[in-house]
């Protein structure tokens, strides 16, 4: 197994004298994509968790124990996650899991961690219809970021006709199928809307983009809203400006590139197109900037971006230190029963709070594209909004709650037959 265990920042404790040497460490799983086609965005969560694992360690761990990460490869390759989720909870013992980041490896895992009864920290935006008591979902869910960019769409910038291009997979086509069902009840004739999806790692756009500029070219303003994932985002993007399609004639607003994937694309031509997310690193707090400098001081190098699933790693694990410090041992059942109301600082200057559904408050942001890669805030939500697990506007989901606190402790309950055990 491409396995890394990290011993350098026990080592610096150790000798500052913060932790005693025969403390045995307490071990966290990081399972991300290190090569592959999903590489491109993964990699930097690798990163960032090493670095909070290092400074959770310099603060003299948890529990007055260190902390060591166990980094596994799934190589961008699904079943390879269950594989490793397995080996990183029987094999090595890990506490919790930080990891994956689309949602067909997230799907491989979850009969791992329900068999071993262990905790996944889930940090991306995702299609909802999902709550289980084993992850803690701390990227966003549709009403967190798909729904409010089709508000902004159509109530900012006039939005009437809408094309959906997304990456074929459960999180693109979920998600598309809800708004397809909110377009429609927002009015939208069916003939508006078109779904697109292609494959993982996709590189030929011409025919695609062509069908975008002819869609957007009737005289009713036109959007593409982007399920792409990965690195096929480079040559879409690079495919739009090929054209000559800018978002003064047909804005693409986007729920997967972030800054990350900016930083391989030239940007020039890509100004003021947007992408829906909860945290940009232009945001302007002391908190940002804090997380910001320490990152580029861990990485050593100034150029490094900050993205929304960093800080969805961020609210996670400072949440589970706090949740193992109240519960006071790492045991998985007193460890998820102590998550639910833990609320830790975002990066955004707010306070992020843990719902019994197992999701996190969050703000709402819309960005535009600069030509330096990051995004100007043009939008944002008043205050925080929960994660929504069930979609309200899919009627198998409609009736549908979760609530992991005792007496009910059910994912998915439903409100009209009061029994636990609805639609998965």
């Given at each position: 197994?491409?396995?890394?265990?990290?011993?350098?920042?026990?080592?610096?404790?150790?000798?500052?004298?913060?932790?005693?040497?025969?403390?045995?460490?307490?071990?966290?799983?990081?399972?991300?994509?290190?090569?592959?086609?999903?590489?491109?965005?993964?990699?930097?969560?690798?990163?960032?968790?090493?670095?909070?694992?290092?400074?959770?360690?310099?603060?003299?761990?948890?529990?007055?124990?260190?902390?060591?990460?166990?980094?596994?490869?799934?190589?961008?390759?699904?079943?390879?996650?269950?594989?490793?989720?397995?080996?990183?909870?029987?094999?090595?013992?890990?506490?919790?899991?930080?990891?994956?980041?689309?949602?067909?490896?997230?799907?491989?895992?979850?009969?791992?961690?329900?068999?071993?009864?262990?905790?996944?920290?889930?940090?991306?935006?995702?299609?909802?219809?999902?709550?289980?008591?084993?992850?803690?979902?701390?990227?966003?869910a549709p009403n967190q970021q798909a729904i409010p960019a089709i508000d902004y769409l159509m109530d900012v910038e006039g939005v009437e006709r809408f094309?959906?291009?997304?990456?074929?997979?459960?999180?693109?086509?979920?998600?598309?199928?809800?708004?397809?069902?909110?377009?429609?009840?927002?009015?939208?004739?069916?003939?508006?809307?078109?779904?697109?999806?292609?494959?993982?790692?996709?590189?030929?756009?011409?025919?695609?983009?062509?069908?975008?500029?002819?869609?957007?070219?009737?005289?009713?303003?036109?959007?593409?809203?982007?399920?792409?994932?990965?690195?096929?985002?480079?040559?879409?993007?690079?495919?739009?400006?090929?054209?000559?399609?800018?978002?003064?004639?047909?804005?693409?607003?986007?729920?997967?590139?972030?800054?990350?994937?900016?930083?391989?694309?030239?940007?020039?031509?890509?100004?003021?197109?947007?992408?829906?997310?909860?945290?940009?690193?232009?945001?302007?707090?002391?908190?940002?900037?804090?997380?910001?400098?320490?990152?580029?001081?861990?990485?050593?190098?100034?150029?490094?971006?900050?993205?929304?699933?960093?800080?969805?790693?961020?609210?996670?694990?400072?949440?589970?230190?706090?949740?193992?410090?109240?519960?006071?041992?790492?045991?998985?059942?007193?460890?998820?029963?102590?998550?639910?109301?833990?609320?830790?600082?975002?990066?955004?200057?707010?306070?992020?709070?843990?719902?019994?559904?197992?999701?996190?408050?969050?703000?709402?942001?819309?960005?535009?594209?600069?030509?330096?890669?990051?995004?100007?805030?043009?939008?944002?939500?008043?205050?925080?909004?929960?994660?929504?697990?069930?979609?309200?506007?899919?009627?198998?989901?409609?009736?549908?709650?979760?609530?992991?606190?005792?007496?009910?402790?059910?994912?998915?309950?439903?409100?009209?037959?009061?029994?636990?055990?609805?639609?998965?």
């Amino acid at each position: 197994m491409n396995k890394l265990l990290l011993t350098t920042a026990l080592c610096a404790v150790f000798a500052s004298g913060a932790l005693a040497e025969d403390v045995e460490p307490i071990r966290i799983g990081i399972l991300h994509s290190l090569s592959g086609t999903m590489a491109i965005s993964e990699t930097t969560l690798r990163d960032a968790m090493l670095m909070l694992i290092e400074q959770q360690n310099a603060r003299g761990g948890v529990l007055g124990r260190p902390l060591e990460a166990v980094v596994v490869d799934p190589a961008s390759d699904w079943p390879r996650f269950a594989e490793l989720a397995r080996e990183l909870i029987a094999g090595d013992g890990v506490a919790a899991v930080f990891g994956c980041w689309t949602s067909v490896s997230r799907k491989s895992v979850l009969p791992v961690f329900e068999e071993l009864n262990s905790i996944l920290f889930y940090p991306v935006q995702y299609e909802g219809q999902e709550s289980q008591r084993n992850v803690f979902y701390t990227g966003a869910a549709p009403n967190q970021q798909a729904i409010p960019a089709i508000d902004y769409l159509m109530d900012v910038e006039g939005v009437e006709r809408f094309y959906l291009a997304g990456t074929d997979y459960v999180y693109p086509r979920t998600t598309n199928q809800i708004l397809e069902a909110y377009l429609i009840a927002r009015g939208v004739a069916p003939e508006d809307i078109i779904v697109n999806y292609t494959p993982f790692g996709h590189s030929d756009w011409q025919t695609i983009v062509s069908e975008i500029a002819a869609f957007g070219a009737t005289g009713r303003r036109a959007a593409v809203v982007s399920t792409i994932n990965g690195d096929a985002n480079v040559p879409f993007y690079n495919e739009l400006a090929a054209q000559g399609i800018t978002a003064e004639e047909i804005p693409v607003i986007a729920f997967s590139v972030g800054e990350e994937e900016l930083a391989g694309i030239d940007t020039g031509p890509l100004v003021g197109h947007l992408a829906a997310w909860n945290y940009f690193e232009s945001v302007d707090t002391p908190e940002n900037q804090a997380f910001i400098d320490a990152w580029h001081a861990y990485t050593g190098n100034d150029a490094r971006v900050t993205n929304d699933p960093m800080e969805a790693h961020y609210i996670g694990f400072n949440m589970w230190v706090q949740a193992v410090e109240a519960a006071g041992t790492t045991d998985t059942d007193a460890v998820i029963d102590a998550m639910i109301g833990v609320a830790v600082p975002n990066l955004t200057g707010g306070i992020s709070s843990m719902g019994a559904n197992h999701h996190i408050t969050k703000p709402v942001l819309i960005g535009e594209i600069q030509a330096d890669g990051q995004f100007d805030v043009v939008w944002e939500t008043s205050g925080l909004v929960l994660g929504d697990e069930w979609s309200d506007y899919l009627p198998e989901s409609a009736s549908l709650i979760s609530d992991w606190r005792a007496p009910l402790s059910c994912g998915n309950f439903n409100v009209e037959t009061g029994t636990c055990g609805g639609s998965e």
